[in-house]
Antibody
Framework: EIQLVQSGAEVKKPGESLKISCKAS????????ILWVRQVPGKGLEWMGS????????RYSPSFQGQVTISAAKSITTAYLQWNSLKASDTAMYYC???????????????WGQGTLVIVSS | DIQMTQSPSSLSASVGDRVTITCRAS??????LNWYQQRPGRAPRLLIY???TLQSGVPSRFSGRTTGTDFTLSITNLQPEDFATYFC?????????FGQGTKLEIK
């Protein structure tokens, strides 16, 4: 079964660091881009960035460039999303997903991880 | 960035009804449009990609169409499990962007 399994919910204080994970199974991890999406409670979905685990080529949304770091470990088929100094405004649900590329550059996100809730509060 | 506008933002319907949700792109995106369903407390799930292709395992009561810059998601014979929030997403240009969502509620 193709799936992405994310690490559990986190409660952190402002200024703390955090690294959440997304474990892939059931497909060739190094053949697909993996992306991260933020969802603030009750709000919409925002693409944060993507990584290709084969060579760690990484692309960021301008909104998140410099705010987070996306990485991957090929040997354990896991992608990561990391913050060096959390803010209250980072409170959100974070999803990883696989980027699929079809004919004529058509592309879509599937599957999605179950989500990791990050709460940042003093 | 390409802006995606969904309408309506919320919708009430009954089991067995047919509903249609519309998504409009701020510029032409061809068939580069995907639809996702998000049930409460769950991750988004791909329903339709490339504007009209049903993802494997998705019931045939879901369908997608395009008229150019306007895209529609239709659901016929609504089932209890269909009451959820639906998002469109353009995949034509980076950054990929989503509509604000349409919440489908039981009347």
């Amino acid at each position: 079964e193709i799936q992405l399994v994310q690490s559990g919910a986190e409660v952190k204080k402002p200024g703390e660091s955090l690294k959440i994970s997304c474990k892939a199974s059931g497909f060739s991890f190094t053949s697909y881009w993996i992306l991260w999406v933020r969802q603030v409670p009750g709000k919409g979905l925002e693409w944060m960035g993507s990584i290709h685990p084969e060579d760690s080529d990484t692309r960021y949304s301008p909104s998140f460039q410099g705010q987070v770091t996306i990485s991957a470990a090929k040997s354990i088929t896991t992608a990561y999303l990391q913050w060096n100094s959390l803010k209250a405004s980072d409170t959100a649900m974070y999803y990883c997903a696989r980027y699929n590329l079809g004919d004529n550059d058509l592309n879509w996100f599937d599957p999605w991880g179950q989500g990791t809730l990050v709460i940042v509060s003093s | 960035d390409i802006q995606m506008t969904q309408s309506p933002s919320s919708l009430s319907a009954s089991v067995g009804d047919r509903v249609t949700i519309t998504c409009r792109a701020s510029e032409p995106i061809g068939p580069f449009l995907n639809w996702y369903q998000q049930r409460p407390g769950r991750a988004p799930r791909l329903l339709i990609y490339a504007a009209s292709t049903l993802q494997s395992g998705v019931p045939s009561r879901f369908s997608g169409r395009t008229t150019g810059t306007d895209f529609t998601l239709s659901i016929t014979n609504l089932q209890p499990e269909d009451f959820a929030t639906y998002f469109c997403q353009q995949s034509s240009r980076v950054p990929p962007t989503f509509g604000q969502g349409t919440k489908l509620e039981i009347k």
